[in-house]
Structures are given as structure tokens and as C-alpha cells.
């Protein structure tokens, strides 16, 4: 599976972004979002399933990040409000076969796209 993830870019604090992650195939069940700031460890950010839409959001972004997904096109998309200088990072897709926040559970991963929040 090929993920590609966009719609990064730089951004005001306080505006908005949306990302969009394209998958080539439609052999995983569950798609996350990952992030990385730079000098820190990539966290998890969110995950939703492709078919009943379960979704969760880690704490850190709850009220601010959205994630859904298009099942028809097998796309995942990651709404994101209110944005924050902390929230400045490379942010992945991924795509997986088992509804997770660890990176481990995903076995396909996208390039990422960069997120650029100025205070």
C-alpha cells in the first residue's frame, strides 16, 4: 500500500489546515496520523477505521483535530483547528490492519507533510 499524505503548509496560530492521505489500495482497515516535532519522538495523533468510521483522538489535540475518512475513495483526512506553534511537526499517515495508537500496528506509511504553525 502507498499512502500519500498532503495539504500541509505554514499556517498563522489560531488558523486551520486540512491534511488528506490517498491510499493505492484498499488492503488495511485502519488509518492513523502520526506526528514528529522536530528534536522529539513521532506520537500518535489520531486513527479512525476505513468501513464504520470508529475514531479516536489522542488527548493532546481533542477539540482541535478532527479525523475522518472517505470510504468510498479508501481517503483519510485529518481536520485540524486552532492551531498552535506545539502543534509544528511532520505529520504521517499510516495504514494498518488492526484499530491502534502504536506505531508498531501500522504496517504501511506515508512521507509526510509538513505543518508549520507561527506564533
Known amino acids: 500500500v502507498q499512502l500519500q499524505a498532503s495539504g500541509g503548509g505554514l499556517v498563522q496560530a489560531g488558523g486551520s489546515l486540512r491534511l488528506s492521505c490517498a491510499a493505492s489500495?484498499?488492503?488495511?482497515?485502519?488509518m492513523g496520523w502520526f506526528r514528529q516535532a522536530p528534536g522529539k519522538e513521532r506520537e500518535f495523533v489520531a486513527c479512525?477505521?476505513?468501513?464504520?468510521?470508529?475514531?479516536y483522538v489522542t488527548d493532546s489535540v481533542k477539540g482541535r483535530f478532527t479525523i475522518s475518512r472517505d470510504s468510498a475513495n479508501y481517503q483519510g483526512y485529518l481536520q485540524m483547528n486552532s492551531l498552535k506553534p506545539e502543534d509544528t511537526a511532520v505529520y504521517y499517515c499510516?495504514?494498518?490492519?488492526?484499530?491502534?495508537?502504536?506505531?508498531?500496528?501500522?504496517?504501511?506509511w506515508g512521507r509526510g507533510t509538513l505543518v508549520t504553525v507561527s506564533s
Open positions: 479512525i477505521t476505513m468501513t464504520g468510521g470508529s475514531a
Open positions: 489500495e484498499r488492503t488495511f482497515t485502519t
Open positions: 499510516a495504514a494498518g490492519r488492526a484499530w491502534s495508537t502504536t506505531q508498531a500496528a501500522y504496517n504501511y
